[in-house]
């Protein structure tokens, strides 16, 4: 099983869900996800664990949370189960998405 940086993802497309990791099958992960704003500016963030690439209204976990010039927004302790998806959406191409922590058989 993985542990350290799961997966990383500098938004390349503003307005745009991107899938920064996905759980394996029979697994389930233990991870911290940190949200960096690189931009002299304010940014706006979505942060989904979600069954697709697509996230419906009930699997966002951030929406539309403001993160500030140079900011960082962290989630910890968040446990994600079987083929699931960290899905992140940004308002600016100035934005970099990390999770990281250790998987487990399920």
Request: net charge negative.
């Given at each position: 099983m993985a542990s350290?940086?799961?997966g990383q993802v500098?938004?390349?497309t503003a307005s745009t869900n991107h899938t920064v990791y996905t759980v394996p099958a029979s697994t389930l992960a233990v991870t911290n996800i940190n949200i960096v704003n690189r931009s002299a500016s304010a940014a706006t963030v979505r942060l989904a664990i979600s069954a697709s690439?697509?996230?419906v209204n009930a699997e966002y976990i951030e929406?539309?949370?403001?993160?500030?010039?140079?900011?960082?927004l962290e989630r910890t302790g968040?446990?994600?189960n079987s083929s699931k998806n960290v899905v992140a959406y940004a308002s600016t191409t100035d934005v970099s998405v990390a999770v990281y922590g250790i998987e487990e058989s399920a």
């Open positions: 350290g940086i799961l500098g938004i390349s690439d697509t996230p929406y539309e949370a403001s993160l500030s010039a140079q900011g960082v968040v446990v994600i």
